[in-house]
C-alpha cells in the first residue's frame, strides 16, 4: 500500500538542504518556506518502512538540525 508524509524541517540554510533532498529517491517535492519549518518534503513509499527509510535519508542529510513528519491519508 502506498503511504506518504509530510515532513517538516528544521535548518539553518533551507536552499541547500531542499536541493539534497531533492535527490532522495522516495520524495515527491521539497520546498523551502518563509517561516518555520524552514522547509517541507512530501515523500512515499510501499508501505510505513518504506516510508521511514526515506525520512531517515532526510535526517542524515548536512545542516539538517530536525524533522517533525505526519503521515497522510487519502479521504474521499
Same mark, same amino acid.
Given at each position: ?13 533551507? *536552499? ?23 522547509? +517541507? ?6 508501505? +510505513? ?8 535519508? +532526510? ?13 497522510? *491519508?487519502?479521504?474521499?
Amino acid at each position: 500500500m502506498q503511504v506518504w508524509a509530510y515532513v517538516f524541517i528544521t535548518t539553518r540554510q533551507p *536552499r541547500k538542504v531542499v536541493q539534497a533532498i531533492r535527490k532522495i529517491p522516495g520524495v515527491v517535492k521539497a520546498d523551502a518556506l518563509f517561516g518555520a519549518p524552514d522547509a +517541507i518534503a512530501i515523500v512515499e513509499g510501499e508501505g +510505513i518502512a518504506a516510508m521511514d527509510a526515506v525520512i531517515d535519508r +532526510i535526517v542524515e542529510v548536512p545542516k539538517v538540525l530536525g524533522t517533525d513528519s505526519k503521515v497522510a *491519508r487519502w479521504i474521499e
